[in-house]
């Protein structure tokens, strides 16, 4: 029996990227073939790895951190242009991730940035892989800017959070998009990366890093915060940007993932994220398998 080939798409969105996995991993079981991979920021991370050949060891290494070691990871900065430069999280993608160009991948793989000086999307199909994922995952003011070739690069999800309109197609392959913005109406404000926060103590620059993220008081009994309110906001502009750009470039399957399921920094929490993926996975896939079946 021939599988069925997938153009994957996989989006941006901080620690709910985990659930990514678990679509991988659900399709893998089902039988279908992944033949071509885009992502953006996070999406980028988990597509890399699984295209690089090192989701499972990436994968290990999610499931074994701590609230404690996630907080390690921040290597702070004093600099302006971000919080942390993001080198103590490459260093350890680079024990379980291959550094390979991305034309030597196995299969195509697209990674999405925004270049800060022209305001335009940044595409890297081709050269080294580690430098087309710092640069996607760079989210404003949070990471430095990836500087490349003279220009500071960020987040690709700022202008593209669901890169459709890049993944490599197939005449015989389907389209799959994982959506990690999915709005829920009964959406509400939570205590979020302060909580993480919380757990650890006797620390500098967490001491530091805490005040600056409780700097807004709470009002009319939701926890916010300065981290609150730019994750909230984010999530607001993303989920409109998916919105549109789902409706332009409409998929075959469309796995939704709750913004409601992690924030940020919740990586901690990956087993739950996973399942949370796998989850989301089944319910898609058993109702587009249920309507081909039926035709």
Known sequence: MVKQKVALVLSSGGARGLAQIGVIEELEKRGYQISSISGTSIGSVVGGAYAAGGLASY???ML?????????????????LGFMKGKKVFDEMQKRIPNINIEDLPIPFV???????????????????????????????LFVPYLHNSHHLVDGGLLNPIPVNHVKRNEDDILVAVNLNAHESNFQLKK????????ISDWNYFNIYKKFARGFPKSQGENLSYINILNRSLGIMLNRICELELKLNQPDILIDISRNTSSTFEFYRAK?????????AIFALDNYENKIAKK
């Open 59 to 61: 994968k290990d290494w």
């Open 64 to 80: 074994s951190l701590t609230k404690k070691e996630v907080f390690n990871l921040m290597d702070f900065t004093i600099r302006n």
């Open 192 to 199: 979020i990366e302060n909580k993480m926060l919380e757990d």
């Open 111 to 141: 990674a999405l940035s925004t270049n800060l000086e022209t305001n335009k999307e940044v595409v890297f199909d081709k050269g080294n892989l580690y430098e087309a994922l710092r640069a996607s995952i760079s989210i404003p003011t």
């Open 272 to 280: 739950e994220i996973i399942n949370a993926g796998t989850k989301a």
